[in-house]
């Protein structure tokens, strides 16, 4: 019974685990480089995640593609221009201030000012409560409330006071 228990737990545990691809390039700066770029490149599937942490198979096949252009010989540059030629700038996690990037760099400054706008004039929009003044009849009804209210609770202290005493 146990070894069924741990077999299953086992079993559960390695259906999680993904394939790790593995590339051996032939310099460091190789690699370097193809660290970098695959850092800097985000997955179209996930769009949360670079390609280097993604698992979707898009993920696997750019980086398969960024592996084989760096073993081309292609530079960074090459290698950048050729995704976003193939993707859009939306491949970039930095892509360039240009007329076609405008709302995603100035969106959310904008969504902010439209924000504080609507609420600036939703709070002036309220009606303002008048402070209404108290009649001198109004305020002595108070006062003689209050003087009530502070007597009883001073009599109340002393009464507890003389019964412990």
Same mark, same amino acid.
């Given at each position: 019974?146990? @070894?069924? *228990?741990?077999? +299953? ?12 691809? &593995?590339? $051996?390039?032939? &310099? ?9 770029? +695959? ?12 390609? #280097?942490? #993604?698992n979707a198979g898009l993920a ?9 252009? *760096?073993?081309?010989?292609? $530079? ?7 995704m976003v030629q193939r993707y ?6 930095r892509p360039p201030f240009k007329?076609? $990037?405008? !709302? ?7 969504? @902010?000012? !439209?924000?504080? @706008? @609507? ?15 108290? +009649? ?7 006062? #003689?409330?209050?003087?009530? $209210?502070?007597? %009883?609770?001073?009599?109340? %202290? ?6 412990? +005493?």
């Amino acid at each position: 019974m146990r @070894f069924l *228990i741990l077999f +299953s737990f086992f079993l559960a545990a390695s259906i999680h685990a993904a394939p790790i691809d &593995t590339y $051996t390039f032939k &310099t460091p700066a190789q690699a370097r480089l193809f660290y970098k770029i +695959s850092g800097e490149l985000r997955c179209l599937v996930c769009q949360n995640e670079s390609i #280097s942490d #993604s698992n979707a198979g898009l993920a696997k096949d750019l980086r398969h593609d960024v592996y084989t252009m *760096i073993e081309q010989g292609k $530079t960074e540059k090459q290698i950048i221009a050729f995704m976003v030629q193939r993707y859009g700038d939306y491949v970039l996690y930095r892509p360039p201030f240009k007329p076609l $990037t405008w !709302l995603l760099w100035l969106g959310p400054v904008l969504i @902010f000012f !439209l924000a504080l @706008f @609507f609420g600036v004039k939703i709070v002036r929009g309220q009606p303002r409560q008048e402070n209404d003044v108290l +009649s001198p009849e109004e305020q002595e009804r108070i006062n #003689s409330l209050h003087k009530q $209210t502070l007597n %009883k609770s001073m009599k109340g %202290k002393m009464d507890k006071e003389s019964k412990y +005493s």
